[in-house]
C-alpha cells in the first residue's frame, strides 16, 4: 500500500458520485425560469491595497428547485469602468474553491487596458467559498488516506473517504449537495439580473470554463460576449477526465525536464527523461508527497525553480514530508467536481485503470487514478456529461495553451467544434491560461469583448 498525498485536480477534476441521477442542463430549463429576488446590487467601497474595489452582495436560494426554501448570501465584487462603460464582464478564475473577489485584487493589472476602461470587470465567490456560505472539513487524517494498490486497499480507502465524506456532509447541512455548477450557473444567471445586465458578457479559465460552457448550455439566448480560457472537458465520465489531468501533468513534467540545461538550479541537468523517471517512480511509490509537491508546482515554467529545489532534497535524500493530519481533501473541490463529474466504477475498476494509468503516465498516473473519491460519494451526481452543442446567437472565443499544465490543449479544440458556434485561438507556450500573459491573446480577447471582433480562423499565439 502506498500513502495517499493530496492531488487537487484544481481545474475541474478530481474524482466522483454516487450512482448518476443528472439529467442534461438543457432538460432542466423549464423548471427554473422564474426570477428570484431580482434587484440591484447595494455596491459599497472595500479598497484593498492599491486596487480601488467595490462589493456587494447577491441573495440566492440554497436549492433552485426549491425557491422558497433557505438562501444563502454570494459575495460580488466589481472594478469600475475607467472610462466610457459600455457594460459588465463577469470573469470566474477557476478552482473549483477560489473566491472570485480576491482574484479580483491579484489580477487587476493584468487586464487589458481596453477592457478596463470599457466595462466593469465583475466577479464573485462562488457558493460554498471564500465569504459566500463557505464549506469545509477536516482533511482526512493521513493514516486512513493511501494510494491503493490492491483492490482490497482501494476497499479500504473508499469506505474511509466515504465515511469523511458523509460526516462533512451531515456537518454542512442541504449546502453540501448544491454546490455543483448547475446551481452555480444558475447563481451566476441572478448576478447577471442583478448587474442590469440583458446578456451575459463572460471571461472564464481552468474550471471557470465549465461554469461558461453550462450557462452556453442552460441559457443560450442570454450569452453575450464570452470567453473560455484553458478549457475544461463536459464530455467525460471521471474516468476519462481524470486521466485528462494525468496527461496534462505528465506533459508538463517533460517540458521541464526538456528545459532542465537552462536553470544553474536544476538538479536534472544531462538526464534524459527515461533516466529521471527511472530514478522518480520508486520514490513516489515509497512516498507519494514527492509526487504531489511536483504536481502542485507543475503550472508554469515560472514554478519551475520550486521544482528544482524540492527535487534536489529528495534526490540527496534529505526530502522530509510534512507531519500531522492530511490536509487534503479540501472537500469544496471535490464536492463539486464529484457532483458534475460522475463514477459509477466499482473498486476493482478503478484499481484496473489506475494501472493502465501508471502504464501511460509512469510518474503521475497512479497518483491521480487511484485517488479518485466519487464513487463512494454521499451527494448523488446533478450533471449528465455530453456535448454541449449549445445554440448561442454568437460566437465564443475559445483559447487553449498547445502545452497547457492542467486541461490538455485537445479539450479546447474539442470544446470549439462542439459548440458550433466556438472559434478557437490558440497559444503555443507550455502554462495554463493564456489572457494576461502575452500581448498577442491580452489584445485579441480585449477586442472581441469591446467591438466584438474574432481573431482570424486558424491564429496562433506563440510565448
Excluded at 369 to 382: G, I, K
Amino acid at each position: 500500500m502506498i500513502r495517499r498525498t493530496t492531488v487537487l485536480i484544481v481545474v475541474g477534476v478530481t474524482a466522483i458520485a454516487a450512482a448518476a441521477t443528472g439529467v442534461a442542463l438543457a432538460e432542466t430549463n423549464a423548471a427554473n425560469t422564474a426570477e428570484h429576488g431580482a434587484g440591484a446590487i447595494a455596491w459599497q467601497p472595500c479598497p484593498t491595497g492599491d486596487v480601488a474595489l467595490e462589493c456587494g452582495r447577491v441573495t440566492v436560494p440554497v436549492h433552485w428547485r426549491k425557491p422558497d426554501g433557505g438562501t444563502i448570501s454570494l459575495k460580488v465584487a466589481r472594478l469600475p469602468a475607467t472610462g466610457r462603460r459600455l457594460g459588465s464582464v463577469v470573469v470566474n478564475p477557476g478552482g473549483p474553491g477560489i473566491p472570485g473577489t480576491r482574484f479580483l485584487v491579484g489580477y487587476a493589472t493584468r487586464f487589458g487596458t481596453a477592457l478596463r476602461s470599457s466595462f466593469d470587470i465583475v466577479s464573485w465567490d462562488p457558493r460554498g467559498v471564500g465569504e459566500s456560505a463557505p464549506i469545509g472539513c477536516p482533511g482526512i487524517p493521513r493514516d486512513s488516506g493511501d494510494v491503493p494498490a490492491s483492490v482490497t486497499e482501494r476497499e479500504r480507502f473508499e469506505q474511509a473517504t466515504a465515511t469523511w465524506a458523509t460526516a462533512c456532509r451531515d456537518a454542512v447541512g442541504p449546502l453540501f449537495d448544491t454546490v455543483d455548477t448547475v446551481s452555480t450557473v444558475r447563481d451566476l444567471d441572478q448576478l447577471r439580473r442583478q448587474l442590469g445586465e440583458r446578456k451575459l458578457n463572460y471571461y472564464g479559465v481552468s474550471y471557470g470554463t465549465r461554469i461558461g460552457q453550462f450557462y452556453a448550455d442552460l441559457f443560450p439566448d442570454r450569452v453575450g460576449r464570452m470567453t473560455i480560457d484553458s478549457v475544461v472537458d463536459t464530455t467525460s465520465q471521471n474516468a476519462e477526465f481524470v486521466d485528462g489531468a494525468a496527461r496534462a501533468k505528465e506533459e508538463a513534467f517533460a517540458d521541464y525536464v526538456a528545459t532542465c540545461a537552462d536553470r544553474a538550479g536544476c538538479p536534472l541537468t544531462g538526464m534524459t527523461l527515461p533516466d529521471v523517471r527511472s530514478r522518480l517512480v520508486p520514490l513516489i511509490a515509497e512516498e507519494p508527497a514527492v509526487g504531489g509537491e511536483i504536481v502542485g508546482d507543475l503550472t508554469s515554467p515560472a514554478s519551475w525553480p520550486k521544482i528544482d529545489e524540492h527535487l534536489t532534497k529528495v534526490l540527496a535524500g534529505t526530502y522530509q514530508p510534512e507531519e500531522g493530519p492530511d490536509v487534503s481533501g479540501d472537500v469544496l473541490n471535490d464536492d463539486v467536481n464529484c457532483l458534475d463529474v460522475p463514477d459509477h466504477r466499482s473498486a476493482r475498476q478503478v484499481v484496473d485503470d489506475s494501472a493502465l494509468a501508471a502504464d501511460r503516465y509512469p510518474l503521475f498516473g497512479r497518483l491521480f487514478a487511484a485517488t479518485t473519491v466519487c464513487n463512494r460519494w454521499p451527494a448523488p451526481a446533478t450533471y449528465r456529461p455530453h456535448r454541449i452543442t449549445a445554440p448561442v446567437p454568437v460566437l465564443v472565443l475559445v483559447v487553449g495553451t498547445t502545452h497547457d499544465t492542467a486541461t490538455p490543449y485537445d479539450w479546447a479544440v474539442r470544446a470549439a467544434e462542439n459548440l458550433g458556434t466556438g472559434r478557437l485561438l490558440t497559444r503555443r507556450a507550455t502554462d495554463h491560461g493564456a489572457y494576461g500573459k502575452t500581448d498577442c491573446v491580452t489584445t485579441a480577447v480585449d477586442r472581441f469583448f469591446v467591438d466584438g471582433a474574432l481573431p482570424p480562423v486558424g491564429q496562433v499565439c506563440v510565448g
